[in-house]
Nanobody, 125 residues
Framework: VQLQACGGGLVQPGGCLKLSCELV??????????MGWFRQAPGKEREFVAA????????DYAESVKGRFTMSRDNTKKKVYLQMNSLQPDDTAVYYC?????????????????WGQGTEVTVSS
């Protein structure tokens, strides 16, 4: 399974970005994978950001991004998205998408089986 994330960049505080992650190659249908977004800020451990089940019916978010970030998926395009609004300097990090075979809503990194290469988001004035 190969995941490719993109959409990162430099944005001012209060701005927005939309990340996308494409399932480039897989062992099965994209619609059978749960997906997640994690991030790792400089000098910090990787942390959970958002997750979505394979149907898209259930999502979960870290408390720090609730109300600002929205995760969605388009199974026909084999993509997931992370719409990030009201960005703050604390959101600066490398963002990773991840895929899981689990049908549960996974929210810890150990629950995911495959990882993309990451896309960098910098929030600064």
């Amino acid at each position: 399974v190969q995941l490719q994330a993109c959409g990162g960049g430099l944005v001012q505080p209060g701005g927005c970005l939309k990340l996308s992650c494409e399932l480039v190659t897989s062992r099965g249908l994209f619609s059978t994978y749960g997906m997640g977004w994690f991030r790792q800020a400089p000098g910090k451990e990787r942390e959970f950001v958002a997750a979505i089940t394979w149907t898209g019916a259930d999502t979960d978010y870290a408390e720090s991004v609730k109300g600002r970030f929205t995760m969605s998926r388009d199974n026909t395009k084999k993509k997931v998205y992370l719409q990030m609004n009201s960005l703050q300097p604390d959101d600066t990090a490398v963002y990773y998408c991840a895929a899981t075979r689990s049908s549960l809503l996974e929210v810890v990194d150990s629950g995911f089986d495959w990882w993309g290469q990451g896309t960098e988001v910098t929030v600064s004035s």
